[in-house]
Protein backbone atom coordinates (compact mmCIF):
# COMPACT_ATOMS: atom_id res chain seq x y z
CA UNK A 1 0.00 0.00 0.00
CA UNK A 2 0.95 3.90 -0.46
CA UNK A 3 1.02 6.51 1.77
CA UNK A 4 1.92 10.24 1.40
CA UNK A 5 2.99 12.52 4.06
CA UNK A 6 3.17 16.49 3.94
CA UNK A 7 4.86 17.84 6.78
CA UNK A 8 3.60 21.32 6.49
CA UNK A 9 0.27 22.20 7.21
CA UNK A 10 0.56 25.72 7.13
CA UNK A 11 3.39 27.73 5.11
CA UNK A 12 3.24 31.30 5.34
CA UNK A 13 5.43 33.18 3.13
CA UNK A 14 5.78 36.66 1.80
CA UNK A 15 4.91 37.63 -1.89
CA UNK A 16 8.08 36.88 -4.35
CA UNK A 17 9.71 34.44 -1.86
CA UNK A 18 10.64 30.86 -3.00
CA UNK A 19 8.67 28.32 -1.35
CA UNK A 20 8.60 24.95 -1.00
CA UNK A 21 6.14 22.18 0.13
CA UNK A 22 7.28 19.10 1.11
CA UNK A 23 5.70 15.63 0.52
CA UNK A 24 7.01 12.37 1.24
CA UNK A 25 5.84 8.61 0.06
CA UNK A 26 5.98 5.28 1.46
CA UNK A 27 5.35 2.76 -1.51
CA UNK A 28 6.93 -1.12 -2.01
CA UNK A 29 5.96 -0.42 -5.79
CA UNK A 30 6.96 1.83 -8.42
CA UNK A 31 4.66 5.22 -7.80
CA UNK A 32 2.81 7.91 -10.25
CA UNK A 33 2.78 11.26 -7.90
CA UNK A 34 0.81 14.38 -8.31
CA UNK A 35 0.17 17.45 -6.85
CA UNK A 36 -3.34 19.37 -7.06
CA UNK A 37 -4.53 22.81 -6.06
CA UNK A 38 -7.24 23.94 -4.30
CA UNK A 39 -8.49 27.45 -4.58
CA UNK A 40 -11.14 28.91 -1.78
CA UNK A 41 -14.52 26.85 -2.59
CA UNK A 42 -13.15 25.26 -5.63
CA UNK A 43 -12.42 21.98 -6.63
CA UNK A 44 -8.87 19.98 -7.01
CA UNK A 45 -7.01 21.48 -9.93
CA UNK A 46 -3.98 19.36 -11.44
CA UNK A 47 -1.13 21.58 -10.83
CA UNK A 48 1.81 19.05 -12.60
CA UNK A 49 2.51 14.86 -12.45
CA UNK A 50 5.50 12.73 -12.59
CA UNK A 51 4.58 9.73 -14.61
CA UNK A 52 8.36 8.84 -15.97
CA UNK A 53 11.14 9.80 -17.57
CA UNK A 54 12.78 13.25 -16.30
CA UNK A 55 12.56 13.80 -12.75
CA UNK A 56 11.98 17.52 -12.87
CA UNK A 57 8.53 18.32 -13.96
CA UNK A 58 7.17 21.53 -14.46
CA UNK A 59 3.63 22.64 -13.80
CA UNK A 60 1.26 25.04 -14.39
CA UNK A 61 1.61 28.52 -12.99
CA UNK A 62 5.62 28.10 -12.70
CA UNK A 63 5.67 25.37 -10.35
CA UNK A 64 7.62 22.38 -10.71
CA UNK A 65 8.95 19.27 -8.52
CA UNK A 66 11.26 17.00 -8.34
CA UNK A 67 11.13 13.66 -7.69
CA UNK A 68 13.93 11.79 -5.65
CA UNK A 69 13.20 7.98 -5.61
CA UNK A 70 16.24 7.70 -3.13
CA UNK A 71 14.89 9.76 -0.47
CA UNK A 72 11.21 8.99 -2.02
CA UNK A 73 10.24 12.70 -1.82
CA UNK A 74 8.28 14.68 -4.50
CA UNK A 75 8.45 18.29 -3.05
CA UNK A 76 6.67 21.55 -4.58
CA UNK A 77 8.59 24.43 -5.61
CA UNK A 78 8.16 28.31 -7.02
CA UNK A 79 11.08 30.92 -6.76
CA UNK A 80 8.87 33.47 -6.44
CA UNK A 81 5.39 33.35 -4.94
CA UNK A 82 2.06 35.80 -5.52
CA UNK A 83 -0.94 36.41 -3.71
CA UNK A 84 -3.04 34.60 -6.19
CA UNK A 85 -1.22 31.51 -5.30
CA UNK A 86 -2.44 30.92 -1.67
CA UNK A 87 -4.50 28.04 -1.55
CA UNK A 88 -4.62 24.48 -0.25
CA UNK A 89 -2.01 21.78 -2.20
CA UNK A 90 -2.46 18.31 -1.63
CA UNK A 91 0.39 15.78 -2.86
CA UNK A 92 -1.02 12.23 -4.49
CA UNK A 93 0.53 8.99 -5.55
CA UNK A 94 -0.95 6.44 -7.27
CA UNK A 95 0.50 2.54 -8.23
CA UNK A 96 2.49 2.96 -11.26
CA UNK A 97 2.62 0.52 -14.63
CA UNK A 98 -0.34 2.18 -15.90
CA UNK A 99 -2.51 0.69 -13.46
CA UNK A 100 -5.40 3.65 -13.41
CA UNK A 101 -5.39 2.98 -9.49
CA UNK A 102 -6.71 5.40 -6.99
CA UNK A 103 -4.89 8.24 -5.48
CA UNK A 104 -3.60 8.21 -2.00
CA UNK A 105 -3.46 11.78 -1.15
CA UNK A 106 -1.54 13.71 1.63
CA UNK A 107 -3.44 16.35 4.78
CA UNK A 108 -2.67 18.99 2.15
CA UNK A 109 -0.64 22.32 2.98
CA UNK A 110 -2.19 25.30 2.91
CA UNK A 111 -0.07 27.92 1.61
CA UNK A 112 -0.27 31.44 2.82
CA UNK A 113 0.81 34.34 0.80
CA UNK A 114 1.39 37.43 2.33
CA UNK A 115 1.96 41.08 0.85
CA UNK B 1 -11.18 22.89 -22.08
CA UNK B 2 -13.41 19.68 -20.99
CA UNK B 3 -14.02 19.70 -17.34
CA UNK B 4 -15.62 17.42 -15.23
CA UNK B 5 -19.17 18.65 -13.66
CA UNK B 6 -20.66 17.95 -10.66
CA UNK B 7 -24.26 18.38 -9.49
CA UNK B 8 -25.66 19.76 -7.23
CA UNK B 9 -23.03 22.18 -5.64
CA UNK B 10 -24.30 21.55 -2.16
CA UNK B 11 -26.71 18.96 -0.72
CA UNK B 12 -28.53 19.24 2.55
CA UNK B 13 -30.47 16.15 3.39
CA UNK B 14 -32.10 14.63 6.84
CA UNK B 15 -30.25 11.39 8.64
CA UNK B 16 -31.54 7.95 6.39
CA UNK B 17 -32.59 9.50 3.52
CA UNK B 18 -31.53 8.76 0.01
CA UNK B 19 -29.43 10.74 -2.15
CA UNK B 20 -27.90 10.76 -5.43
CA UNK B 21 -24.70 13.05 -6.51
CA UNK B 22 -24.30 13.24 -10.09
CA UNK B 23 -21.08 13.63 -12.48
CA UNK B 24 -20.43 14.22 -15.82
CA UNK B 25 -16.88 13.01 -16.96
CA UNK B 26 -14.73 14.24 -19.64
CA UNK B 27 -16.27 12.69 -22.66
CA UNK B 28 -13.43 10.48 -23.73
CA UNK B 29 -12.54 8.92 -20.31
CA UNK B 30 -12.69 5.47 -19.40
CA UNK B 31 -11.88 5.45 -15.86
CA UNK B 32 -14.27 7.02 -13.49
CA UNK B 33 -13.39 7.56 -9.51
CA UNK B 34 -15.48 9.13 -6.37
CA UNK B 35 -13.24 10.43 -3.77
CA UNK B 36 -14.47 12.63 -0.20
CA UNK B 37 -13.37 14.98 2.35
CA UNK B 38 -14.34 15.46 5.51
CA UNK B 39 -13.88 18.74 6.74
CA UNK B 40 -10.12 18.97 8.29
CA UNK B 41 -9.42 15.68 6.74
CA UNK B 42 -7.68 13.99 4.00
CA UNK B 43 -8.93 13.26 0.36
CA UNK B 44 -10.44 9.84 0.91
CA UNK B 45 -10.33 7.13 -2.41
CA UNK B 46 -14.39 5.63 -2.57
CA UNK B 47 -14.44 3.71 -5.46
CA UNK B 48 -13.46 3.52 -9.14
CA UNK B 49 -15.28 2.30 -12.00
CA UNK B 50 -14.29 0.88 -15.45
CA UNK B 51 -15.80 -0.83 -18.39
CA UNK B 52 -19.34 -0.63 -16.53
CA UNK B 53 -18.29 -2.09 -12.79
CA UNK B 54 -16.40 -1.54 -9.86
CA UNK B 55 -13.05 -1.88 -10.08
CA UNK B 56 -12.28 -0.98 -6.82
CA UNK B 57 -13.36 -0.16 -3.57
CA UNK B 58 -12.27 1.52 -0.56
CA UNK B 59 -13.43 -0.11 3.21
CA UNK B 60 -15.28 3.13 3.25
CA UNK B 61 -17.49 2.02 0.38
CA UNK B 62 -20.03 -0.27 2.20
CA UNK B 63 -23.48 -1.38 1.00
CA UNK B 64 -24.88 1.94 1.57
CA UNK B 65 -23.52 3.25 -1.61
CA UNK B 66 -23.46 1.97 -4.93
CA UNK B 67 -22.73 3.54 -7.97
CA UNK B 68 -23.84 3.71 -11.82
CA UNK B 69 -23.30 5.02 -15.13
CA UNK B 70 -27.05 4.84 -16.18
CA UNK B 71 -26.80 6.44 -20.00
CA UNK B 72 -23.55 6.94 -20.95
CA UNK B 73 -22.31 10.06 -19.85
CA UNK B 74 -23.27 10.75 -15.91
CA UNK B 75 -21.87 9.06 -13.36
CA UNK B 76 -23.25 9.25 -9.96
CA UNK B 77 -22.76 7.93 -6.44
CA UNK B 78 -26.01 7.16 -4.33
CA UNK B 79 -25.78 6.74 -0.44
CA UNK B 80 -28.96 5.12 0.63
CA UNK B 81 -29.74 6.15 4.04
CA UNK B 82 -27.39 8.78 4.85
CA UNK B 83 -25.68 9.37 8.16
CA UNK B 84 -24.49 12.24 10.13
CA UNK B 85 -20.81 10.84 9.23
CA UNK B 86 -21.54 11.23 5.68
CA UNK B 87 -21.32 14.78 5.52
CA UNK B 88 -18.28 15.99 3.51
CA UNK B 89 -17.06 17.22 0.00
CA UNK B 90 -17.55 14.44 -2.51
CA UNK B 91 -15.50 14.51 -5.37
CA UNK B 92 -15.63 12.60 -8.85
CA UNK B 93 -12.76 12.36 -10.78
CA UNK B 94 -12.35 10.93 -14.27
CA UNK B 95 -9.08 9.49 -15.72
CA UNK B 96 -7.14 8.68 -19.07
CA UNK B 97 -3.43 8.13 -19.64
CA UNK B 98 -2.95 7.68 -15.49
CA UNK B 99 -3.75 11.19 -14.95
CA UNK B 100 -7.46 11.88 -12.58
CA UNK B 101 -9.31 15.44 -13.63
CA UNK B 102 -11.39 16.31 -10.71
CA UNK B 103 -14.94 18.42 -10.46
CA UNK B 104 -15.47 20.97 -8.20
CA UNK B 105 -17.30 18.65 -5.77
CA UNK B 106 -20.45 18.48 -3.93
CA UNK B 107 -20.92 19.28 -0.52
CA UNK B 108 -23.37 16.78 1.59
CA UNK B 109 -24.46 18.29 4.83
CA UNK B 110 -26.86 15.53 6.79
CA UNK B 111 -28.68 16.81 9.19
Known amino acids: AQSVTQLDSQVPVFEEAPVELRCNYS??????LFWYVQYPNQGLQLLLK??????LVKGINGFEAEFNKSQTSFHLRKPSVHISDTAEYFCAVSKGGGSQGNLIFGKGTKLSVKP | EPEVTQTPSHQVTQMGQEVILRCVPI?????FYWYRQILGQKVEFLVS????????KSEIFDDQFSVERPDGSNFTLKIRSTKLEDSAMYFC?????????FGAGTRLSVL
Open chain 2, 27 to 31: SNHLY
Open chain 1, 50 to 55: YLSGST
Open chain 2, 93 to 101: ASGVKNIQY
Open chain 2, 49 to 56: FYNNEISE
Open chain 1, 27 to 32: SSVSVY
